[in-house]
């Protein structure tokens, strides 16, 4: 555990400390005069290295239930909505779904943020019809036409990503949308759809320098070899993945020779058994291997045996997925993939009622209710009426415009440096959840602020679930005439909190600390300014959990750059802070 003392040089005087190497190995930003260009273990366009830093639009061509609050593959879950909503209703929110889950202004505030591409999951069933064949002009083509044109617009890289493959190329039927009693593995058919797809787009678009790559198949899980391990995760030779690959190479090569093939392995991207050969096929040699990575530690050890590929196989690596964590642990992936030249692109790009990604879609009454009404049958069914009013105001939710923009978690994963979350001035009331955007141990410190866990399960971070993606705990409140909706809770020794200060007046001030103690435990919290101790007060523990204001009066405050708030004792909740200006 730190103790303050040392914290105080750490935050007032070195700052975060990124070696500058990290620092200015970002490569945001493109001008583009050549294609991306795989050159021995890195990418290259031109003469310059490049670091893809991007963001996947998980959630628009291919729903995963659980972006949605619910589960299933995209199929069942329109079925299901269809029984609710009717079909004419459910057919028009999936077409208005296409068109305003994502806009250019969706890919300007990407931009805006200071990432450098995109990645683009695409669902196979918008580029062909109900009997398998190509269009020329079909939804899917029109989506990925405008997609470019908005990525030229603002400078960004765009990677075509096959995530739901004919036929389904897993057996996670949730991320290809696989249908039961399919598979591209066991027909033929699907697997000449999926080489076709490839041909036709690489035709369309191989003279297209602002299309990055192509990412073939998006996390193959499959027991090929019968092992027992239905991820394929076993698998020892992968000859159906392997002899697919050839062919959708060979049929890419045929027409474009220009642009980088993403391979991605068995085991969701992670069993590259087999495949070895694939790098030598390609006459180019154009080839990086992508590895998708969560909940893991921020180590080489994590990922040693992808390190090892790129080192005997001399191609880069690309972490085509990654995300759903804290900003922490965006910011330390962040910073370790700096530290190896590998991408990265965060998943997903919107959720419902979730805080671990860039934009975030606010929950829904009638939604929530058709969500829990498939979870639990026994409870009210919704009505015909409900769930329409539910998927009218899904679409509206969706639109950028509507939404909640995280703007901690790009912060994070762009490596910024700590700046104020909003302004704060004495006189007046600091809301003790809008500390300063920044790193662990920078302008927070929480003791539970990541999952290293290796299972999405363990999302802890913030016990109340609320508001922010750091470690600091924060729950909503619902005290009457409360105008802070949100609130610092469950408080534990020497964690802390710091706030920029855009202006101070100097004078005496009484200072009221909005809290709530808990029956378990008295407290104790000091303020300082810059390196100085302001004020110290104890909690007393009361047996009843109420609200209730601290005052400190006549303190001396003088010009300061930052408030620091330690919970010197936790157990207690805080809401604010209120400095109020005496007279004279």
């Known amino acids: 555990m730190k103790t303050y003392h040392s914290l105080v040089f750490l935050i007032f005087f070195s700052g975060m400390c990124i070696p500058s190497t990290v620092a200015q190995s970002s490569n945001l930003g493109f001008e583009f005069s050549d294609f991306l260009h795989a050159r021995g273990t890195e990418l290259f366009q031109n003469d310059r290295k490049v670091i893809l830093k991007g963001v996947g639009l998980g959630g628009w061509m291919l729903q995963e239930g659980y972006m949605l609050g619910t589960s299933g593959a995209q199929h069942e879950i329109k079925q299901k909505l269809e029984n609710l909503a009717g079909k004419e209703a459910t057919h028009q929110f999936y077409k208005d779904w296409l068109t305003y889950y994502v806009a250019e202004k ?34 899917g083509l029109e989506l990925t036409d405008s997609l470019l044109q908005w990525s030229k617009n603002n400078n960004l890289q765009l990677i075509l990503d096959l995530h739901a493959a004919p036929g389904g190329q897993g057996n996670n039927h949730d991320i290809s949308d696989r249908k039961q009693g399919e598979s591209l593995w066991e027909d033929e058919k699907f697997q000449d759809m999926t ?33 027992g391990n239905l991820k394929g995760c076993s698998c020892q030779k992968n000859e159906p993945l392997l002899k697919l690959y050839e062919r959708i190479i060979d049929a890419i090569r045929k027409v474009d020779k220009n642009h980088l093939i993403i391979l991605e392995g068995n085991c969701y991207g992670s069993n590259y058994n087999g495949l070895e050969s694939l790098v030598e096929y390609d006459p180019s040699k154009n080839i990086a291997l992508s590895l998708h990575g969560y909940w893991s530690v921020n180590k080489d050890s994590a990922i040693q045996e992808m390190l090892d590929h790129r080192t005997n196989l001399n191609v880069p690596l690309w972490r085509g997925e990654t995300g759903e964590n804290s900003n922490t642990w965006f910011r330390e992936m962040a910073i370790h993939m700096d530290s190896l030249e590998i991408g990265w692109a965060n998943w997903p790009w919107k959720k419902i009622n979730n805080l671990d990604g860039p934009v975030i879609v606010d929950p829904i009454p009638e939604w929530n209710k058709i969500v829990g ?3 639990d049958p026994s409870k009210p069914k919704p009505t015909e009426d409900e769930a329409q009013r539910a998927l009218t105001q899904f679409i509206e939710n969706i639109k950028l415009e509507n939404t909640r923009l995280m703007h901690g978690v790009s912060h994070a994963y762009l490596i910024k440096t700590a700046e104020p979350y909003k302004e704060h001035n004495l006189p007046g009331k600091i809301a003790m959840t809008d500390y300063d955007h920044g790193a662990y141990s920078e302008t927070w410190y929480d003791n539970d602020y990541q999952n290293t866990s290796g299972s999405s399960s363990n999302t802890a971070w913030n016990k109340g679930e609320k508001y922010r993606n750091d470690g600091v705990d924060i729950w909503e409140t619902k005290v009457s005439g409360d105008e802070n909706q949100y609130f610092v809770g469950k408080t534990e020794d020497k964690e802390w909190l710091k706030f920029t200060l855009s202006s101070v007046v100097p ?34 523990h009361k047996t009843e959990r109420e609200w209730e204001d601290i005052t400190i009066s006549e303190v001396n405050i003088s010009k300061a750059k930052f408030l620091l708030v330690l919970f010197e004792k936790g157990g207690f909740d805080i809401g604010n802070i209120e400095f109020i200006k005496r007279a004279g």
């Open 106 to 139: 969706d890919i300007k505030q990407i931009a805006d943020w200071g990432y450098n591409s995109i990645r683009l999951p695409m669902h196979y069933n918008l580029y062909f019809d109900a009997s398998g064949n190509w269009l020329e002009k079909s939804k």
């Open 195 to 227: 080489v076709l797809m490839w041909a036709k787009l690489a035709e369309k678009y191989k003279d297209e320098k602002w299309i990055a790559g192509y990412d073939l198949i998006n996390e193959i899980n499959y027991d090929f070899e019968n092992t």
């Open 373 to 375: 009404y498939w979870a």
């Open 507 to 540: 004078g005496k001030y009484d200072v009221v600390l909005r809290v709530r103690p808990h029956e378990e435990k008295s407290g104790k919290i000091e303020l300082h300014l810059d390196e100085n101790l302001l004020l110290s007060a104890e909690i007393p």
